[in-house]
Nanobody, 124 residues
Framework: QVQLVESGGGLVQAGGSLRLSCAASGRTFSDYVMGWFRQAPGKEREFVGV????????NYADSVKGRFTISRDKAKNTMYLQMNSLKPEDTAVYYC?????????????????WGQGTQVTVSS
């Protein structure tokens, strides 16, 4: 059973940085893609970015491109979301996701495994 546990959320001022972590367990992930979605209060959940576990290819939402970076540490089975130049509109609960895929999916219904979420709050 795949388990995903996020950490690293918190309160930060606009323009600041945070790094989220997603610790994955339960199997090997060589044929997986892993990613991040977020959900702000009163809004629908949206795609943030995704990475292929094996090759490290990435894809990002336009709203975070150039500010957010996804990486992974295979030895630690951990994925990261480095968030720079944060804006108040980045405030949301951030979810780690994973599934066996060979392409970089942006669609939440294509991910079977979800973490519990971690809150990120950006103050203006």
């Amino acid at each position: 059973q795949v388990q995903l546990v996020e950490s690293g959320g918190g309160l930060v001022q606009a323009g600041g940085s945070l790094r989220l972590s997603c610790a994955a367990s339960g199997r090997t992930f060589s044929d997986y893609v892993m990613g991040w979605f977020r959900q702000a209060p009163g809004k629908e959940r949206e795609f943030v970015g995704v990475i292929t576990w094996s090759g490290g290819s990435t894809n990002y939402a336009d709203s975070v491109k150039g500010r957010f970076t996804i990486s992974r540490d295979k030895a630690k089975n951990t994925m990261y979301l480095q968030m720079n130049s944060l804006k108040p509109e980045d405030t949301a609960v951030y979810y780690c996701v994973a599934n066996a895929r060979d392409y970089l999916s942006r669609y939440q219904n294509e991910y079977d495994y979800w973490g519990q979420g971690t809150q990120v709050t950006v103050s203006s």
